[in-house]
């Protein structure tokens, strides 16, 4: 219990220290005016308070990810508790901050063009097809989750088929209407119940007494498993994820000021940091241990997990209310991937959104792409997913580094996150059955070998950069 309470702590305190260290280090302007009135169309562009903001944001970042994830990591024991803490302040509230504020500084602009600016023209075509990949990947994992979690709680009277329909359709309106019709006028009733929800559920774990494992040199290494690279993949949204840097420029374009980037970007994955905390807790304490929790996973995946946490700990009543907002999580981020990757798409071949018509055929061929993939495993879907969101992290990072080499700002803050993923991502892929299947001490040097091949290519891309002096800001132009 003391370690769960003490990482609850520090990453409040995180907040609030390395947090403001950030902002400083960015140089916040609140005079500048942001894309929300620069650029304002109606649609994606315009400004909401902040408050509103930054349950959105909770919301568009929150999917299953920092519930799934930490629940699967809590095979690993309480180091899964050092990752949740040190990834989110030094890692993933950074990398969202940074993707924010630089996406503000370039008129809303999402991670491809970003990519192309600062880390090269062919960047930015590999960066769209990935993004695409991951936000159709993200949008289906969380349409399957979701409605196996309807589907558990309503079996005797709702089938599979009706559940997916009934999210597809929402996810369809969610994606095309503009921004404050559905997304503003609800998320923040949802962000409300996904409060509830996980305070429920900590609260619970504290006043029962719950036997949460502390962490110890002894448990540090649990029965032999390498923690590296699987444990920085599987806990991700609790994090790090690159599925944000998808999601804040959807709020970058809503923004009233810079000054409110530090609560809205920043602070909001420091929540979804503590959410994660919370069921990792929860898996860890009440399932006497890995075996136990394992066979749970057997029987039902995470989100049986869930639904036996929330009915256990909450009652009939709170239980069923913990597990809607669990369902709330991937489907509020599943509107807004779809939502991600049309603008995405309509950015890249400079197609005007303002029209209802452009924005259907763009977001139409997406939900058939999505409905295939349902077909798939869902394990398998999120093995890809796990990785593909991981690496799309990476870039966002390097994208960050370039931009405070560029502004000859402190940009050590992003390289190290950046310079330590891009090896446990590499190293992911060469290793596992999903990728390239090499031995593990193998994919361990070739992923240092091309970790140093990036870094070295980093620095002579920044030195050019930086003596011909790059603009940073304002450089894109609005679409058509």
Not at 142 to 153: C, E, G, K, R, Y
């Amino acid at each position: 219990m003391i370690t769960f309470l003490v990482s609850i702590v520090l990453l409040v305190l995180g907040y609030f220290t390395y947090g403001k260290y950030i902002e400083k280090t960015f140089g916040v302007n609140p005079e500048r005016q942001t894309p929300a009135y620069t650029h304002a169309d109606g649609v994606d562009y315009l400004p909401m308070g902040e408050k509103k903001n930054a349950l959105i944001q909770l919301l568009n970042i929150a999917g299953v990810g920092p519930i799934f994830g930490p629940i699967l990591g809590a095979l690993y024991g309480p180091v899964a508790f050092l990752w949740i803490v040190l990834g989110c302040i030094f890692a993933g509230a950074v990398h969202d901050y940074l993707t924010g504020m630089i996406s503000i500084r370039n008129r809303g602009a999402h991670l491809p063009e970003l990519a192309g600016k600062f880390l090269g023209k062919v960047m930015k075509h590999v960066v769209n097809a990935f993004s695409i990949l991951l936000l159709v990947l993200v949008g289906t994992v969380f349409v399957t989750a979701p409605a196996d979690l309807l589907h558990n709680m309503t079996s005797s009277w709702l089938s599979m088929p009706i559940i997916l329909a009934a999210i597809f359709a929402y996810y369809l309106l969610a994606t095309i209407l503009p921004i404050d019709k559905i997304i503003g006028r609800f998320y923040p009733i949802f962000g409300a119940l996904l409060v509830i929800s996980a305070v429920g559920v900590g609260a619970a774990l504290v006043f029962t007494g719950a036997p949460i494992p502390e962490i110890s040199l002894a448990n540090m290494h649990p029965d032999k498993a390498p923690i590296f690279p699987l444990l920085f993949l599987t806990i991700s949204c609790g994090a790090l994820s690159g599925f944000h840097a998808t999601q804040t420029p959807i709020i970058s374009r809503t923004t009233q000021t810079e000054k409110q980037g530090r609560r809205i970007f920043y602070g909001m994955m420091i929540a979804e940091g503590i959410i994660a905390m919370i069921w990792a807790a929860a898996a860890m304490s009440l399932f006497h241990g890995s075996a136990g929790l394992n066979e749970v996973l057997a029987n039902g995946g995470p989100a049986a997990v869930v639904s036996e946490v929330s009915t256990s700990m909450l009652g009939a009543i709170g239980g069923t209310l913990a597990v809607l907002g669990v369902i709330i999580l991937p489907i509020t981020s599943g509107d807004t991937a779809f939502r991600s990757a049309r603008m995405i798409i309509a950015d890249y071949i400079k197609v005007s959104q303002k029209k209802i018509a452009s924005r259907i055929w763009i977001a139409i061929p997406l939900f058939v792409i999505s409905f295939v993939l349902t077909r798939v495993d869902f394990t398998l879907l999120w093995r890809y997913f796990s990785w593909a969101n991981q690496s799309t992290a990476v870039i966002a990072l390097w994208v960050g580094a370039m931009y405070l080499f560029l502004a000859r700002k402190n940009y050590y803050i992003a390289v190290i996150p950046a310079i330590f993923m891009t090896m446990a991502t590499f190293t992911y892929i060469l290793n596992a059955p999903i990728g390239f299947g090499l031995p593990v001490n193998v994919s361990y040097i070739f992923s240092a070998i091309i970790t140093v091949a990036i870094v070295a290519v980093f620095f002579v891309a920044a030195r050019r950069g930086l003596s011909q002096n790059l603009p940073l800001d304002d450089e894109l132009k609005p679409t058509a």
